[in-house]
């Protein structure tokens, strides 16, 4: 009698067993149609709903809607690939020398731009995909100039136009009187003032999915004058034109702009925004500073624009190709 009794147990527990390895559909019919009656306390196994939600999507949704090209020349392009170990510096998108036949303009050292700012320039182009090589890699070298005053928050206040569209805000009187002031705040220059120039790169190193953007810049002074922006004193910002304001060549919050010396980047496109700016050393002539890339996420993009580079001599502008 005691033996049949182990063997019962023996059986249950083979069945346990066979239940946990067959597949979960078979699991969810199983506990549905036929354990929730024989069980004793059956009716606590919850019921599966197979039912979709209402205004389920029929196609799936793209988790970031694309946005217009900027340049009149622009393309926009999907992101195919992006390797985790090297994330901060490379990824591929779906233009290639086909994609010239067909409207769309990639060539080598094509800048790649994310709603107006700056993100990498093409050091790849394929016959159907290209690579793209990220600011935040440091082999990637911009020169750049610090703008303050009138277009200095262009980008924030942009965002804060769109903002105070949104039904949300709108009904939350509070909040869109401080977002108005806040706007009205960002206006209150009349002038832009052409700063120190200087160099801009990446400090990402090959890490498995990096969440660091940090930009490093080196080489920031006002020795040479130009159209834009005079020359000014390194410690005191004071001009040799007695009719400039006496300013500071460099602080945290200005903005870093292409100066187009380099024939690659157009001139003005927004780059990034300067978070900290080093003491000068004993002896130094010029500014180094971090800044973080004005983009907003750098992991998330899925869709970026390609425009064309300033000159056609790739051959002496072309940056060296790296392998994964």
Known sequence: MRKNNYQIYFVLALGLLLLFAVPARVQNVLRSQFLRPILPFGYLIPKKNHKLPKNYPSQPVEASTPFRPSHPNGSLAKILYRNPSTWNDFFWIDLGEASNQQGSKIV???????????????????????????????????????????????????HLGGSLSSPIIQEAGALQFELSKLKNCLQSETQNWYLAKGEIYGASEPLWRSKSHLLLGRGFNCENGDEKGVQRDLITGKSLDALEREISILKRGDLLITTGLDGVFPEGLQVARVTEVEDLTEGSFAYSLKARPIAPSLNDLQYVEVILPVEYKYEKVSLKAFSN
């Open 108 to 158: 080598l050292n094509s800048p790649v731009l994310y709603d107006g700012s700056l993100i990498g320039i093409i050091d790849y182009v394929g016959k159907k995909q290209s690579r793209v090589q990220l600011i935040t890699n440091s082999n990637l070298t911009i020169s750049v100039r610090a703008l303050r005053g009138e277009n200095q928050y262009l980008d924030l206040h942009n």
